[in-house]
């Protein structure tokens, strides 16, 4: 485990990566973390710094100041590069000792650290020493954290009791393993989270176990990183982030120093999987993803069933990373905002020419890929590009309205693999009102259309889905007052369904009982998340438990002008 452990460390990145794990790791092991590293501002070299108790000097109180260099640290590294150390060390003994030490801690010994993922290179280690021989005094001293001590304290702290007994440990060792087999790999961590997740005895104890998933879920990203394989580590983020969410939740918990440190611990989570969804959504699949037929022959599939899938789910990731996007774009810093709102605009125009380019997304082969749908038309409603978009939806519509007609090419509602595979198996009365027994996605698509102004369309769906499927039940999902406790963790047995749209009656009688629903079950009153201004996290947990948008999700407001158009 420790040569697990050794190797993420040495492949972490200095800023964001390695700066961002060693608070956690200090807190776990009894320090008080007094800064954490800023961008911005001037550190005078000192990216971390704690009080605690040093093992080098009979566990004598002391004040920590970490300087952090990425990987192994070379003659390079030392005196020559723009992030040099010794600059770093002369900086906190020119400016930060004398200068920015609280006045309650002066009293303490000084530690200067020089923390690194991998080790001292035997190059630079007679420099080091000379430079400590020279500047230490009575109340300074210089202390080295490479890659082998990081590691014991994570060993020893944050992965300690349950993920150090062999079962456990060998979830988490398999999850690395079949990084290359990404289902296999995202099944052993949930298991390992489960684990994880225990009942705690206290607060104390649940915050050890959100810094345990946090910090397996970043070893695990490491892993696929150096793979260049990350689906399960976006996978696996996702996880981590809806496992964290209920515990991190301001409102269930007290103010004071806990509730301070879960919103800290959740924006460090949620940092990480917009590091990874950047990773594989806008590096990895977004120079791609507007070249004819470039995504779809990525698959690597013949089966245009498989295509379908694989396009679907990166259609949903990349709409849930843009509505994130656009959701911190609200932040109160005006270049903070207009960089964020930048980054959603690119996504979604990333996602419109996914749909230019790839045909097969005209017509999804699963009725619940109305959860992607939902989540794209969403992020094309908060961007103001509707007008955008307009064409895709009236290729779905007349898409579905063939399908129906000609019993082929129209969505299932089974989500069965081999099923969907199959389907249509046969034309016969039987299979075509046993897969066209309930659905959703009609539903959308009419409200759609009738929120793009094409009542024509609209008209023509009602009376293609009376005509070929009068048995069809039309049906929406809406949260109840169970949904906020239990959905977080995967349960699926909550919700209200509403069946039996009007859809006889009329378009207008259809979108009155819609609205009427929304009315009565405000959202905002059963998802904290909504409340608290972060709704892509419960739409996050809607796509990756595969529960249906609830249509209170289906409306947006324009807050941007148009500059690219899908054509469906």
């Not at 704690?50 to 990425?70: C, E, H, Q, Y």
């Not at 309650?104 to 280690?125: N, T």
């Not at 996978?235 to 269930?252: F, G, K, N």
């Not at 897969?435 to 009419?446: D, K």
């Amino acid at each position: 485990m420790k040569l697990v452990v050794m190797h993420y460390l040495r492949s972490l990145r200095e800023r964001d990566e390695l700066d961002a794990i060693l608070p956690d790791l200090l807190a776990e092991s009894g320090f008080e973390v007094l800064t954490r590293p800023r961008r911005g501002t001037r550190q005078a070299g000192v990216d971390v710094a704690a009080v605690g108790p040093n093992p080098d000097r009979d566990g004598t109180r002391s004040l920590f100041l970490f300087t952090i260099k990425s990987g192994d640290l070379t003659r390079e590294h030392w005196d020559t590069s723009q992030q040099a150390v010794r600059p770093s060390l002369n900086e906190v003994l020119d400016d930060y000792i004398p200068n920015r030490i609280p006045p309650h801690f002066a009293d303490l010994p000084v530690v200067i650290c020089v923390c690194m993922g991998g080790e001292m290179r035997e190059d630079v280690r007679a420099q080091w020493s000379g430079y400590c021989r020279k500047n230490e005094r009575a109340d300074i001293h210089f202390a080295e954290w490479n890659g082998d001590r990081l590691s014991d304290l994570i060993l020893s702290g944050m992965l300690r009791a349950e993920l150090i007994e062999s079962e456990n440990r060998g979830l988490f060792q398999k999850a690395l393993a079949m990084l290359d087999q990404p289902e296999v790999a995202y099944r052993h961590f949930r298991h390992l989270l489960n684990v994880i997740f225990t009942e705690p005895k206290n607060q104390t104890e649940r915050t050890r176990q959100l810094r345990k998933a946090y910090l397996c879920l970043w070893i695990l990203f490491v892993w696929a990183r150096d793979a260049d394989n990350l689906e399960a580590a976006y996978r696996a983020s996702e996880l981590v982030l809806l496992r964290s969410w209920p515990h991190c939740d301001s409102t269930r918990l007290r103010k004071g120093a806990t509730q301070h440190e879960r919103l800290a611990h959740f924006d460090q989570v949620l940092q990480l999987h917009f590091i990874i969804a950047h990773l594989l959504l806008v590096e990895k699949i977004g120079p791609f993803a507007d070249k004819r037929y470039a995504l779809s022959m990525a698959v690597n599939s013949r089966n245009a069933v498989d295509i379908n899938i694989a396009l679907f789910e990166v259609l949903g990731r990349l709409s849930l990373h843009g509505l994130w996007l656009d959701a911190i774009s609200a932040g109160e810093d005006e270049s903070f905002a207009q960089a964020m709102s930048e980054r959603a605009d690119k996504v979604l125009n990333i996602a419109i020419g996914m749909l230019n380019a790839n045909p097969t997304l005209a017509v999804p082969v699963r009725d619940d890929f109305t959860i992607e749908l939902a989540l794209f038309m969403r992020l094309a409603a908060v961007r103001g590009r509707l007008s955008n978009v307009a064409d895709y939806i009236r290729s779905m519509s007349d898409h579905l309205c063939y399908g129906l007609r000609a019993r082929r090419h129209y969505p299932t509602p089974t989500t069965e693999y081999r099923d969907v595979l199959s389907h249509p198996r046969d034309r016969s009365d039987a299979y075509f009102e046993e897969h066209t027994r309930a659905g959703i996605l009609y539903t959308f698509v009419l409200a759609w259309l009738a929120m793009i102004g094409d009542q024509e369309r609209a008209e023509q769906l009602r009376s293609t889905l009376l005509e070929y499927a009068p048995h069809m039940t039309h049906q929406i999902w809406i949260p109840d007052a169970r949904t906020d406790e239990v959905f977080w963790d995967g349960d699926r047995d909550h919700g209200v369904s509403v069946p039996g749209l009007p859809l006889n009656d009329s378009l207008e009688a259809v979108f009155s009982l819609l609205n009427r629903v929304m009315k009565e079950y405000p959202l905002d009153e059963r998802i904290s998340a909504v409340r608290n201004h972060l709704t892509p996290i419960f739409l996050m947990a809607c796509r990756h438990y595969r529960m249906p948008v609830p249509p209170h999700v289906w409306r947006g407001q324009d807050r941007s002008s148009p500059d690219s158009t899908a054509s469906g």
